[in-house]
């Protein structure tokens, strides 16, 4: 029993991290339909750049923020330099984006070298505690906090605000939202900016979460913001967060028992679900 509550809190911990990543594919997917193999890219550089800030100034704040401007920072100057100028070109765009990530994982070990840097957590959230005989980590509750406030400000912003009707209706009929006044581009750019955003700061998180930053760990989480993107249905944001969970905790129990079967249980777990729902758990036209 302790050893299915401790597998399950770290399952949940997980899905934090995952769910920021794959929150911000599912916005970027929504409204402009480009399939971003970049973002694994704009995850690393956050991570390392929010390692170094800290080691440079003991301040994680600093860090955490640093993450996240500097995904926005790549976000834009690949959406304005690059991707805008080929919307609705499926093919080049996959091509792009797989460029922009093999570019950025390789332009990290200029700075920081090939070999893993160690990242820790601040004092104020290394702490533990022991209920019953379950470990229960304080970084672990602060990712788990940190993903459950960015979902509920993000179904808020869609639902609730201008930008977010401009953006359901634009995922659906852009050339309306256009002809109505809107800079529709404007918009598209304001989402590939967020979702990027999201992907840097899911990274400064990430580093202190595996206790180190590794070049090959965009790759790695690329690889799992895909399937849960895919499991939980292309642009569904509630799809992103459940399969977050799914993700996240199959990955924990199998890398407990076999963690060289961690990768494959999370397609199994993908191939499951598409074969009872083709368009995942939650797929629609919908963002939200």
Not at 124 to 141: K, P
Not at 258 to 287: H, Q, T, W, Y
Request: proline residues 3%.
């Amino acid at each position: 029993m302790t050893v299915a509550l401790t597998l399950l809190i770290n399952g949940v911990a997980n899905s934090a991290i995952y769910f920021l990543m794959a929150a911000g594919l599912t916005l970027i997917f929504g409204l402009l339909r480009v399939i971003n193999f970049a973002h694994g890219g704009v995850y690393l550089w956050g991570a390392y750049l929010g390692t170094f800030l800290y080691t440079a100034t003991g301040n994680f704040f600093i860090a955490v923020c640093g993450g996240l401007v500097t995904g926005a920072l790549l976000g834009w100057l690949s959406e304005r330099g690059l991707l805008a100028a080929i919307y609705g070109q499926g093919t080049q765009q996959l091509l792009l984006t797989m460029g922009i990530f093999i570019i950025l994982s390789e332009l990290i070990k200029i700075p920081f070298g090939r070999d893993p840097i160690n990242s820790s957590p601040p004092p104020v959230l290394g702490h533990s505690w022991i209920v019953g005989h379950v470990v229960i980590v304080e970084y672990q509750v602060f990712a788990v906090v940190a993903g459950a406030l960015v979902y509920v400000a993000l179904v808020l912003l869609l639902s609730r605000t201008r930008l977010g009707l401009v953006v359901r209706a634009g995922v659906t009929n852009p050339e309306l939202v256009q002809s109505r006044g809107v800079a529709i581009k404007r918009v598209f750019t304001a989402v590939f900016v967020l979702g990027a955003a999201l992907a840097g700061f899911a990274g400064a998180l990430a580093g202190p979460y595996f206790g180190s930053v590794t070049p090959g760990m965009g790759m790695d989480m690329q690889l799992n913001a895909f399937i849960i993107v895919v499991l939980g249905g292309l642009g569904s944001l509630k799809g992103s967060l459940v399969g977050s969970l799914l993700i996240g905790v199959a990955t924990a129990v199998v890398s407990y028992y076999a963690s060289s079967l961690a990768v494959l249980s999370s397609v199994i777990v993908m191939a499951i679900v598409l074969v009872i729902r083709p368009n995942g758990l939650f797929g629609s036209k919908e963002v939200v």
